[in-house]
């Protein structure tokens, strides 16, 4: 299954990317250890050995409230991509309304694993002698292109010729 994957989702320029979270890890090391070869490593020795040497991007969030809300009313509505560009602004397109129910708990429990998890991939990085390359989700939303082009620099990798960052999704 990883053969297939990093063959399927390598691009040509031979970069293959992929979303971590940090509440992922220890259900990586609980699958990958169902694997004889795969019993006894860290997740730092496993994502070494599927990917050799990979380019740890860390993407975080500056207002982890703004964060935490976003999440929160994603987790009600399902819907992972924001509002439909044709949406009318009266549209219960959802069946929760515009906003869903507000829950102080449940953003506060949200707002508390988003820095809680932001702690845990610092201290792993510290932990395995790593230096991410740090972007702060607004960075990305400010300055996309500039973003796009510091990861690419990252993984060694140039743009195409002319490229331009396409236009955020609404």
């Known amino acids: 299954h990883l053969e297939r994957t990093l063959r399927l989702g390598t691009t040509d320029n031979g970069v293959f990317g992929a979303k971590l979270m940090f509440n992922q890890l220890p259900e990586l090391t609980a699958l990958a250890a169902t694997l004889p070869e795969y019993a006894e ?50 549209d219960d397109h959802d069946g929760m309304g ?35 390359l740090h972007l702060a989700y607004e960075q990305l939303s400010a300055n996309r292109e500039g973003t796009v082009r510091e990861v690419l620099a990252a993984l060694g990798v140039a743009p195409p010729e002319r490229w331009t960052a396409p236009a955020p999704i609404r």
Do not use: K
Not at 118 to 126: E, V
């Open 98 to 132: 515009r906003t869903g129910i507000y829950s102080y708990d449940g953003i506060d429990h949200l707002v508390r694993r988003f820095e809680d998890d932001d702690r845990g991939w610092q201290d792993w990085f510290d932990a395995n002698g790593l230096a991410p």
């Open 41 to 90: 490593p860290t997740p730092f020795e496993l994502l070494h050995a599927w990917f050799g040497d990979p380019v740890f991007v860390w993407v975080s969030r500056e207002d982890t409230v703004r964060q935490a809300v976003s999440m929160w009313r994603a987790l009600q509505s399902r819907r992972w991509r924001g509002e439909r560009a044709d949406a009318d602004a009266n």
